[in-house]
């Protein structure tokens, strides 16, 4: 996390990196001993430690499938998704719920996932990028981002997405200025967002189409 | 984010016991509700609690309306409450100011009480790589006074802080003469929401009359202003998504082109949710002329000071005044 950067977040501290190996594989865990840590996160972890803060067991709902973990407590559910459940679909963008690019169904809701922590959300339905489609068959609303060409670098697509996929059901498509103002929380720097508006249009008429007929 | 024991008490007891601990040692715990704000401030290091002690589930979610008024559980979302048929229709204000604030996400997220506790958006105060911030480092100075101060406030200001505080609902409330029920480890207390928060003077780090370990369990808006034609204007610098940079709650109790009595209060502009009795003295009896309507917005800046940048803001909120009185008037 680039935030672990932060002057303040640094802490030397008495405990070795050796140290801290052995101490974080006792607790169980096993993704800190991989290397990939830069040494301001071992050094949060080394504080970490010191404050006796224990792994928490969190059970997460992802994409109706049940998942038993052992997560620090620091972990936002957007983690939880990305580094621990390896779906990379929901993307990293501000980590401060500025960018929508995390943006998941939470019970049916859209929320994002980088300001909610893990642990808190134990239990509740999540749905991911990953959990939209039923089987091959995609959903009306990707199928429509894809003709309508609706993302150029894609890196913000799954978060537009899925915040378009609850836009359309809370029943806030009824125009291009009205999809414009709920889609707000949601950036595209790229800027494809005529495309994006014209994409949750032709979703919502097929939807609601469906609905009809 | 600053290592913390995550606690998810049972019961509200046990979360209001963790809470109370939190005033007496130098290990301070924090609330956690929807998180909207805790984890943007635990992220950057503005906050960084050894504890943090989650309110999920703990708190009343109830939205209520009766002859009495209406009462908003503290753990309400902001989407309920602005999607809620009886807020719609008596207390449209509340409505408005709601989403016009954050995005549809973190509606969805934050909750009633959280957001009237949220922390000022001062850059100075999320940014830990300036050291100086009264708020967020009690004694260490204002980055903002002498500084960008666009954003800051003109409206209850000291020497030592100039932050704005950043909550459209609560500046729609403070003018609807809301309430908060209070809980704590003593037991429970009504706190009208005009004096929740203080004024930043030389302890600009202490925000609310809250004590330690107390939560706010949920708002109260008493039933006088139901009906009332309102308007929350929203000044900022894009369309959506943004905080104020001036706000003006208005609910008028019209009588034809008279004003009964109006109710007014201002966002973007103070460093506590603003409401301008001398403003509502001064339309009530008044028509809804444009002379009138400014000569009363203009007590608006009656102790206004700004601080550089942010000095456009003082004739701003009286032009904002005007024009949500006009909107709120033109309301069929």
Known sequence: MGNEDSSEGRSSGDLTRRDLLKLTAAAGGTWFAEGLLPEPALSAMAQAADATQAPLKVLLRVNGVEHRLMLDPRTTLLDALREQLHLKGSKKGCGLGQCGACTVLLDGKRVKSCLSLAALVEGREITTIEGLAQGDELHPLQTAFIERDAFQCGYCTSGQIMAGVACITEGHAGSAQEIRDWMSGNLCRCGAYDHIVAAIQDAAKATSSQRGG | ?332
């Not at chain 2, 989407?79 to 549809?104: D, K, T």
């Not at chain 2, 000291?158 to 932050?163: F, G």
């Open chain 2, 1 to 332: 984010m600053h290592p913390f024991v995550l606690e998810r008490p049972k019961d509200l007891a046990s979360a209001l016991a963790f809470g109370a601990q939190a005033g007496r040692n130098d290990a301070p715990a924090e609330y956690i509700a929807g998180g909207t704000d805790m984890v943007q401030l635990l992220q950057e290091y503005v906050r960084k609690p050894n504890r943090l002690v989650s309110l999920a589930g703990l708190l009343d979610r109830r939205i209520d309306a009766g002859p009495q008024g209406l009462r908003l559980g503290a753990a309400a979302t902001m989407a309920e409450v602005a999607a809620h048929s009886a807020v719609l229709q008596r207390y449209p204000l509340i409505s408005e100011a709601l989403l016009n604030s954050a995005s549809p996400q973190v509606r969805n997220q934050a909750t009633m009480g959280g957001n009237l506790l949220q922390r000022t958006r001062c850059p100075y105060f999320r940014d830990v790589g300036y050291a100086a911030c009264n708020k967020r480092a009690p004694g260490s100075g204002c980055s903002a006074i002498g500084g960008e101060n666009r954003w800051n406030a003109v409206l209850g200001t000291s020497d030592q802080c100039i932050a704005v505080h950043p909550s459209d609902l609560a500046v729609a409330l403070v003018a609807l003469d809301a309430a908060v029920e209070v809980r704590g480890p003593q037991g429970q207390r009504t706190v009208p929401l005009d004096q929740l928060h203080r004024l930043p003077a030389d302890s600009p780090h202490i925000e609310t009359v809250l004590e330690p370990g107390e939560v706010i369990a949920a708002i109260t808006v008493p039933s006088a202003t139901a009906g009332w034609r309102s308007h929350y204007l929203k000044v900022r610098d894009r369309a959506s998504f943004e905080f104020a940079v001036v706000a003006a709650a208005v609910a008028l109790d019209l009588d034809g082109g008279r004003i009964r009595q109006a109710r007014v209060a201002l966002g973007g502009v103070g460093t506590k949710p603003w409401r301008v009795p001398q403003v509502e003295s001064a339309l009530a009896g008044a028509t809804l002329e444009p002379a009138a309507l400014g000569s009363a917005a203009a007590l608006a800046g009656q102790g206004a000071r700004g601080h550089g940048h942010n000095d456009f803001k003082i004739e701003l909120m009286q032009r904002a005044v005007v024009r949500a009185i006009e909107i709120a008037g033109a309301h069929a």
